[in-house]
C-alpha cells in the first residue's frame, strides 16, 4: 500500500521562485491536511480540506496556496518562495474527524 | 481557537525510569485526541487515540486518558526504552467550528539513555 506520497523529498529553490509540492493518497480519505515543522514550533497547520473542492486555512497560510480537485491529490503551491518558507512540510489525510491521520515521508525545503 | 499545549521539553531519562508528558488543550465541543510519535528522519506515526471524555487510549505500554473536567490528555509509560527516544506530540481533533481541523502541539523531545 503507498498510503500518503510526498514529492519532491528535497528541494531548493531560490527567493522569489514558485513550485509545487505534491502530495497523493490512496485510502480514498476525506480529509487532507498540509503542515510544515519548524525547529521549537511542532507542527503547524497551513492549509487543510475536508473534501473535494473544499478547502480551508491553517494558522500559517500567508505565502501558500492550495485546490482540492480530486479525493487523491491535495498540492500545495508556494507563490514566491521566501527564506522564511525553509521548513520540513508533511501532508497528512485521514477517514474522519476520530481517525488517525497518515503521514507522508516529508519535504524538506530550502530557500535561499 | 482550538489549541494544544504540552510541557517543555526536551525530556532526558535512564531506562526503566517513568515517564510523563503533560498535556492540556483548549477546544469548542468535544474534540478527538491523539498522541503522535517521530522517530528521527520519519514522519508522525499514530501512538494512541481516545474520541470521548474518560476513555483510554494505550499502545506499547504507553497510555493517555482523556480528562474532560481538566481539558488535558497526558501521557504516561511506566518503564521507558531506549528505543522510545523519539519526539512526541499531542493533537486535537475538532469537532466544533473547526470542524475538520487536526492541531498539534509543540512537541516533547524524550531522550532515553541505557
Avoid at chain 1, 528541494?11 to 525547529?39: F, I
Avoid at chain 2, 526503566?16 to 469548542?28: D, K, P, R, V
Avoid at chain 2, 504516561?76 to 486535537?92: N, R
Wanted: proline share 4%; aromatic share 12%; hydrophobic share 30%.
Amino acid at each position: 500500500n503507498a498510503g500518503v506520497t510526498q514529492t519532491p523529498k528535497f528541494q531548493v529553490l531560490k527567493t522569489g521562485q514558485s513550485m509545487t509540492l505534491q502530495c497523493a493518497q490512496d485510502m480514498n480519505h476525506e480529509y487532507m491536511s498540509w503542515y510544515r515543522q519548524d525547529p521549537g514550533m511542532g507542527l503547524r497547520l497551513i492549509h487543510y480540506s475536508v473534501g473535494a473542492g473544499i478547502t480551508d486555512q491553517g494558522e500559517v497560510p500567508n505565502g501558500y496556496n492550495v485546490s482540492r480537485s480530486t479525493t487523491e491529490d491535495f498540492p500545495l503551491r508556494l507563490l514566491s518562495a521566501a527564506p522564511s518558507q525553509t521548513s520540513v512540510y508533511f501532508c497528512a489525510s485521514r477517514k474522519a474527524v476520530s481517525t488517525e491521520a497518515f503521514f507522508g515521508q516529508g519535504t524538506r525545503l530550502t530557500v535561499v | 481557537g482550538d489549541s494544544v499545549t504540552q510541557m517543555e521539553g526536551p525530556v532526558t531519562l535512564s531506562e526503566e525510569a517513568f515517564l510523563t508528558i503533560n498535556c492540556t488543550y483548549t477546544a469548542t465541543g468535544y474534540p478527538s485526541l491523539f498522541w503522535y510519535v517521530q522517530y528521527p528522519g520519519e514522519g508522525l506515526q499514530l501512538l494512541l487515540k481516545a474520541t470521548k471524555a474518560d476513555d483510554k487510549g494505550s499502545n506499547k505500554g504507553f497510555e493517555a486518558t482523556y480528562r474532560k473536567e481538566t481539558t488535558s490528555f497526558h501521557l504516561e509509560k511506566g518503564s521507558v526504552q531506549v528505543s522510545d527516544s523519539a519526539v512526541y506530540f499531542c493533537a486535537l481533533s475538532a469537532r466544533g467550528t473547526s470542524y475538520g481541523k487536526l492541531t498539534f502541539g509543540q512537541g516533547t523531545i524524550l531522550t532515553v539513555h541505557p
